[in-house]
């Protein structure tokens, strides 16, 4: 994938009869550290009070000191962030903890509130001090200003004002909150776990904590977790159904299940797809790690060739779209991946990567590759040209080279010997869903909601 699309966060909660929250939601945060790397964050209810621990940078890095043992915790929610909207600052990073006329709030958030703006202009005119750039103060500033004491009807009122994609969970001393936008286009799962219940982006961080699957969030569902249980409560009519494509495509760990699919199966036929609709002359099929090598040997098992490492990953560095500018991101690439002279060299390679934002890794990848000797290298994308930028918890504004150069151009600028796409019918095909059931709008424009230019 060419790095500039920024992922958008990774949230988990946990409310469990003991003394163990935030130790779990330590480790359901290390699970998700691949959803974002800027900064990392939990609150927890203790004795009737939220307190609150965040940082930059990792999990690791934040909490490598902290003693996580001498908490006695119940529950616990964490966070970790890449900015999709609001800067890369300790001020923006969350959980963000309040007070308010309904008690201690702990607010953490996936996604994007394309009207955010707008109603933070509007709340400033009227008097409102915001202390950070996060579109979920927003939110916060929202439940603050209800005309009742009520939660759950405030964040009736609260939510029925923004427009967007979330995944939001919410922490008070008496019950863990999780609440999931009309249209379902964030993820969210439900797990049992020892007793309670936790709640998390991906199904990873349930494997990983030892929690067992129970299912998703509905889409306009709000889930109560607390001493009495379970409980659902639908806060809004649950709109056409929008799930993110992207997190089959490259968000999500290949570990992870969504709406049943297995997200390794899903781009192990994306490139089964790629390789029936694109085929090319060729001596081995290679990837690019670590979100493409699904994909590449779907590839590779359709187009009957040798599936082959031509690409090392150097595992200490973290994904190159977390870097907050372009400059970082082309060190990341080189310091990140080296081609496998022996592999590649003297052989007509296919490159499988799984999508094409900017095009200037593509150019670096293939450069590698061919002065490590390979004698062609044939580009194929797992994935529509994208050409739109998304604004729902992706940050792809940054000059989408699809949206100023066709195919032929993009091939030339990358300086690969051919470049194919996957197909839109494609890329829905493999997936085993039908259009009307995912969001598609960064590669037809069709956003679910409409968004909001800044």
């Given at each position: ?203 990873c961080a349930l494997d990983t904590v030892g929690a ?28 056409q159904h929008a799930f993110c494509i992207f997190e ?143 604004g729902l918890g992706i940050d792809t504004k940054d ?56």
């Amino acid at each position: 994938m060419n790095r500039p699309i920024h992922e958008e966060c990774g949230i988990f909660g946990i409310w469990l009869p003991g003394r163990e929250a935030v130790s779990t939601a330590l480790t359901g945060l290390i699970a998700l550290q691949h959803r974002g790397q800027e900064s990392a964050g939990i609150s927890w209810s203790q004795q009737g009070e939220l307190l609150e621990k965040r940082g930059m940078g990792l999990v690791e890095d934040v909490f490598g000191s902290f003693d996580y043992r001498a908490v006695p915790a119940h529950a616990a929610i964490g966070h970790v962030r890449y900015s999709t909207m609001g800067k890369s600052s300790l001020v923006n990073a969350q959980p963000l903890t309040f007070s308010s006329r309904m008690g201690p709030l702990a607010l953490a958030h996936n996604g994007n509130l394309v009207n955010a703006p707008a109603i933070r202009t509007q709340l400033e005119q009227q008097g409102s001090i915001f202390q950070t750039s996060s579109d979920l103060e927003v939110v916060a500033h929202l439940l603050a200003r209800a005309t009742t004491t009520d939660l759950d009807r405030a964040l009736v009122s609260a939510l029925g004002q923004v427009r967007g994609a979330y995944a939001l969970l919410i922490l008070t001393p008496q019950r863990l909150l999780a609440v999931r936008d009309p249209n379902g286009i964030r993820p969210l799962v439900l797990g049992k776990f020892r007793g309670g219940w936790v709640a998390a982006s991906e199904t990873c961080a349930l494997d990983t904590v030892g929690a067992e699957f129970v299912r998703e969030v509905e889409p306009g569902e709000m889930v109560s977790m607390s001493n009495r249980g379970l409980e659902s409560v639908p806060l809004f009519p649950p709109r056409q159904h929008a799930f993110c494509i992207f997190e089959f495509i490259y968000f999500a760990r290949p570990d992870s299940v969504f709406m049943g699919r297995n997200v390794h199966m899903v781009r192990r036929e994306l490139g089964r797809a790629l390789a029936r609709e694109a085929p090319a002359e060729a001596d081995i099929v290679t990837g690019v790690p670590d979100s493409s090598l699904s994909a590449a040997a779907g590839y590779a098992e359709a187009a009957g060739l040798p599936y082959e490492t031509g690409l090392i990953r150097n595992r200490y560095l973290g994904r190159t779209f977390i870097r907050p500018c372009q400059q970082q991101r082309d060190l990341g690439v080189a310091l990140k991946l080296n081609p496998i002279r022996g592999v590649v060299a003297g052989k007509r390679v296919v490159l499988v990567d799984d999508s094409l934002i900017r095009g200037t890794t593509s150019l670096r990848i293939v450069q590698l590759l061919k002065e490590a000797g390979a004698r062609e290298v044939h580009l194929r994308i797992a994935s529509p040209p994208i050409a739109f930028s998304c604004g729902l918890g992706i940050d792809t504004k940054d000059d989408l080279v699809a949206a100023r150069m066709g195919p032929g151009e993009i091939r030339e600028y990358v300086g690969a010997d051919s470049l194919e796409f996957l197909s839109p019918e494609g890329m829905v095909a493999a997936t085993g869903f039908n259009a009307k059931q995912l969001c598609l709008g960064c590669f037809l424009g069709n956003h679910p909601i409409r968004r909001v230019e800044r």
